[in-house]
């Protein structure tokens, strides 16, 4: 499977950022696959921003600095799914990436569990600059 991020490379403070990562090779529906959104900043490391799972369920991140501005929404049609972060600030200047990760579970007539196999499948990745 491919990843591809899209989106503006510059974004003015106080606006909304979108970016769409479009998935090729597989479709964003199969089971056990999930999809994600983390950035970089310069110089720091990765931060997980949030999720799609293959039935639609997301997750977004709650941590101080993202709590509350960011949304992911999928297009099955297009086999996309996209990250919305509003309210940018310079703060928000990172590369961008869309990853896969795949799972499955495990169930019995008491027990069920979920297990995940880690990103295997990575965009290039896209730098956004938050400035004025």
């Known amino acids: 499977v491919q990843l591809q991020e899209s989106g503006p490379g510059l974004v003015i403070p106080s606006q909304t950022l979108s970016l769409t990562c479009t998935v090729s090779?597989?479709?964003?529906?199969?089971?056990?696959?999930?999809w994600h959104w983390l950035r970089q900043p310069p110089g720091k490391g990765l931060e997980w921003m949030g999720t799609?799972?293959?039935?639609?369920?997301?997750?977004?991140a709650s941590s101080p600095s993202l709590k509350s501005r960011t949304s992911i929404s999928r297009d099955t049609s297009a086999n996309e799914f996209t990250l919305t972060l509003s309210s940018v600030t310079p703060e928000d200047t990172a590369v961008y990436y869309c990853?896969?990760?795949?799972?499955?579970?495990?169930?019995?007539?008491?027990?069920?569990?979920?297990?995940?196999?880690?990103?295997?499948?990575w965009g290039k990745g896209t730098l956004v600059t938050v400035s004025s």
């Open positions: 990853t896969r990760e795949r799972g499955g579970y495990v169930a019995g007539s008491d027990y069920h569990i979920d297990y995940f196999y880690g990103m295997d499948s």
């Open positions: 090779g597989g479709s964003i529906t199969a089971k056990y696959q999930y």
């Open positions: 799609v799972t293959y039935s639609g369920t997301t997750y977004s």
